[in-house]
């Protein structure tokens, strides 16, 4: 059998600005705009408490707790986080789906069978994980298939993980709320009721099928099959390929030994190649992550000359900018990335004729051809062979472009 995570961060907006202001923590915050007619995006679950939810315009928001603090939305340290959660979840297991900005589905069926490791003890590690290095919380269902997975991890916010199957869903999911059901609008709600429709069980009792038809039309089997457990799409990691590949790593303690930290370095990087090349993916874009303490770390980006996925050169740039960023203190993380990859087959890349002899696949002839189409447009040669090859021991080397 099948085990399908659905992976939710709670409360992302507000958790990830917590995340980067630790004073936060435990105080009503909500992610909008200012003006008289903002809507709230994200409340944290503080703020929940208050009757607080998206959606509810800010004036209402600001009458229910007096205290609440407005924070703007920023997109680009969301972006960064989501990414770096992907990358970490991406880590377990390739067989990922994107869901969102804050969610995905993951099939560790594979990883269950070959580390004979429980499901629950697996998503405990997750869990632990994206809380350590990302200092955010998210809860996890465990299922069969997607749509159970995403109906349990609602079920045990923040940081909750539940386990639906077949076996438990007359007892878990059929009491709940038609309001509930993944799939189900608002819209929808009212006219079901109107049928004598109110609970997910109702959804799933055949004898209710016609007016469920009525309401519903064509979708119907659909919505009857998922509220009885059943749903066969699978995993969909075709059409999301990762926009970054990385590993990172929480040292067994921290330590300033340089020796060792390029020792992780080198595993890290030689994590992130195998990944990338499995994938064939390819990037010019490389960055390390240097943790100090929970709440205190180091970003670094640069790129190369080329679109890359090999090995020694993630090694080399990662040590380039740890050289060149490390301050001496005890390191708790190390990480390496590779970002904004590009599946090889979309790369297109102009090839230099200076660079012709680096290029076994390129025959002399090609080269005699490009000269020759340069060169049709004027009176007198503009290039030769030997001045386009000799030019080439003129231009600088420069392995790390900023």
């Given at each position: 059998m099948q085990v399908i995570f659905h992976i939710d961060l709670n409360a992302f907006y507000a958790s990830a600005e917590i995340s980067r202001n630790p004073s936060l923590k435990g105080k009503p915050i909500v992610i909008s705009g200012k003006s008289k007619r903002s809507i709230i995006t994200t409340a944290s679950y503080e703020a929940r408490k208050y009757g607080i939810h998206s959606a509810m315009p800010l004036f209402q928001a600001k009458q229910l707790c007096k205290d609440l603090?407005?924070?703007?939305?920023?997109?680009?340290?969301?972006?960064?986080?989501?990414?770096?959660?992907?990358?970490?979840?991406?880590?377990?297991?390739?067989?990922?789906?994107?869901?969102?900005?804050?969610?995905?589905?993951?099939?560790?069926?594979?990883i269950i069978q070959e580390k004979k490791i429980h499901p629950v003890v697996l998503a405990k590690d997750i869990q632990t994980k994206v809380y350590e290095q990302l200092n955010l919380q998210c809860s996890i269902g465990i299922s069969p298939n997607k749509f159970l997975a995403k109906m349990a991890s609602d079920m045990k916010k923040p940081m909750g993980i539940t386990v639906l199957t077949r076996n438990n869903l007359k007892e878990v999911m059929w009491p709940l709320d038609i309001k509930d059901m993944f799939g189900i609008g608002k819209k929808t709600q009212p006219k079901l009721r109107a049928v004598g429709i109110n609970t997910i069980g109702d959804l799933a009792d055949y004898k209710n099928y016609d007016n469920l038809k009525k309401v519903i039309g064509k979708n119907a089997l659909l919505v009857y099959r998922k509220a009885n457990g059943i749903d066969t799409n699978p995993v969909d990691y075709g059409h999301n390929e990762l926009k970054s590949v990385g590993n990172s790593t929480t040292l067994p303690a921290d330590t300033n030994d340089e020796v060792y930290l390029k020792e992780v370095l080198s595993n890290l990087a030689k994590q992130v190649s195998t990944r990338a090349l499995k994938r064939n993916l390819v990037s010019n874009s490389i960055s390390i992550t240097i943790k100090y303490t929970r709440f205190e770390s180091v970003t670094r980006q640069t790129t190369v000359s080329k679109y890359i996925n090999d090995y020694e050169t993630i090694l080399s740039t990662a040590?380039?900018?740890?050289?060149?960023?490390?301050?001496?203190?005890?390191?708790?993380?190390?990480?390496?990335?590779?970002?904004?990859?590009?599946?090889?087959?979309?790369?297109?890349?102009?090839?230099?004729?200076?660079?012709?002899?680096?290029?076994?696949?390129?025959?002399?002839?090609?080269?005699?051809?490009?000269?020759?189409?340069?060169?049709?447009n004027f009176d007198h040669p503009l290039v030769t062979k030997a001045s386009a090859l000799s030019k080439k021991e003129k231009q600088p080397q420069k392995k790390y472009l900023k």
């Open positions: 603090i407005i924070l703007p939305a920023d997109f680009e340290l969301y972006h960064r986080l989501s990414n770096e959660f992907f990358t970490i979840i991406a880590s377990y297991s390739e067989i990922l789906e994107v869901a969102s900005i804050d969610e995905c589905y993951l099939d560790v069926t594979s040590k380039m900018l740890f050289d060149s960023n490390y301050n001496g203190r005890p390191v708790r993380l190390l990480g390496v990335s590779l970002n904004n990859t590009i599946n090889k087959k979309n790369l297109k890349e102009q090839i230099s004729i200076f660079e012709v002899e680096q290029q076994p696949n390129i025959k002399n002839e090609n080269l005699d051809k490009l000269i020759d189409k340069i060169n049709e």
